[in-house]
């Protein structure tokens, strides 16, 4: 559609005036496309036939102009000027924005400051806000060398203007800071603020020592002991430490069991299959490996082990041992069950061939 702008009347028409129309003839497919074409007054006068007489309405206040070829009327519209109120904006004086409408009507909205803010005009419609004279605030801050505490873990000085932040580091007591500089993978932060390495120890336990040892026990043929303690400590034990008087190259296994002997019931918790003693008298250190799974024996659990030895036949083999026990729950002896010579069952209750009232308790030392 075509747009109508609005312009001054005229009063007196001309044979070149022109009229700008919408084109409604159909074209040969009978398509009207309306396009925008324009009509000077002297053609239409030609259109209509020289004893026409065209007739000139002005109905309306808007939309476009129409005309009825039936009554030879053409109609356009009186179109009214826009009456909305616009508005400029200006800044009169200090504090003070306007608005005045083309209706000559004035709005003033007052700007004040407070808090150190200040609102001055600088010149005609140019407001100053300023902001200098805000107390209490922060202007810059600065981080300070750390330094070791004395209570509070950051020290912030002063509070306003120009601030200073300083972390503390800890210097021991009960002041709060940060860590400090110096410390290792192997090293922990003491109480007084010092770094210092971290002490070890392997805790180990022997209810029969080695020196509490009163006899050799021969180990010359097929033997197996079964011994139960309560530990007193917790412990990772994967080490063993064992007393031959004589050593005469003869073939040990050792199994350690969470377990009890009365009942027989207890999984194992590490073992050592076919270990050489060799010809060497004396203390022998024996490494056992942890079962899968297992985790620390804690205070108070019952630990049972299982010595199997396959002595070397040649004689004069003797392990250090005591005797007295009174009870087959804390140690018993068998010379017919089988020997271990390739892994130790998963629950101590396999052993059961031939074990008696003989009650032998090895020396030892567990860790």
């Known amino acids: 559609m075509a747009i109508i702008k609005t312009y001054p009347l005229k009063n007196n028409y001309y044979g070149s005036d022109r009229l700008v129309l919408s084109d409604m003839e159909p074209d040969a497919q009978g398509v009207v496309h309306g396009t925008t074409k324009s009509l000077t007054l002297s053609s ?34 009186v179109y009214t000027a826009d009456t909305n109120t616009t508005y400029d904006l200006t800044a009169p004086s200090a504090g003070i924005i306007r608005l005045t409408g083309s209706d000559s009507t004035t709005d003033d909205v007052s700007v004040s400051g407070s808090g150190g803010i200040t609102v001055t005009q600088l010149a005609n419609n140019n407001v100053n ?29 002063p509070t306003t203007g120009n601030v200073t932040v300083q972390s503390r580091a800890y210097a021991g007591g009960s002041a709060v800071g940060h860590v400090p500089s110096g410390g290792t993978a192997t090293t922990f932060l003491r109480g007084d603020g010092n770094f210092a390495t971290v002490v070890t120890s392997t805790p180990a336990f022997s209810p029969v020592p080695i020196y509490a040892g009163a006899i050799d026990t021969s180990i010359s043929t097929l033997q197996t002991y079964l011994a139960q303690w ?34 027989l019931d207890g999984n194992l918790y590490a073992s050592v299959v076919n270990h050489n003693i060799g ?32 002595g070397s036949g040649g004689g004069g083999e003797t392990l ?10 804390l140690a018993q002896f068998s010379s017919s069950e089988s020997y271990i010579s390739s892994s130790f069952p998963s629950n101590i209750n396999s052993f059961t061939t031939g074990f008696g009232t003989t009650k032998v308790r090895p020396a030892f030392v567990l860790y």
Do not use: C, H
């Not at 259109?47 to 053409?74: C, K, M, P, R, W």
């Not at 799974?293 to 396959?310: F, H, L, P, R």
């Open 44 to 77: 239409l006068k030609s259109f209509l036939g020289a004893n026409a007489v065209l007739n000139l309405t002005t109905q309306n206040t808007s939309g476009a102009a129409t005309y009825d070829a039936n009554t030879n009327t053409l109609n356009i519209p």
């Open 129 to 157: 806000i300023d902001g200098s004279g805000i107390s209490g605030g922060v202007a810059q801050v600065t981080a300070a060398a750390p330094a070791d505490s004395t209570g509070a873990p950051l020290l912030v000085n």
């Open 320 to 329: 250090l041992t005591v005797s007295g026990v009174l009870n087959t729950a």
């Open 279 to 310: 010809s060497t008298n004396g203390s022998q250190l024996i490494t056992l490996t942890q079962a899968s799974g297992q985790t620390d024996i804690e205070v108070g659990d019952a630990i049972s082990m299982v010595i199997s030895i396959k």
């Open 230 to 263: 309560y530990s007193t400590i917790k412990m990772s034990p994967t080490r063993i430490r064992l007393f031959f008087s004589n050593a005469n190259g003869g073939d040990i296994s050792i199994g350690l069991y969470k377990a009890t002997l009365n009942p």
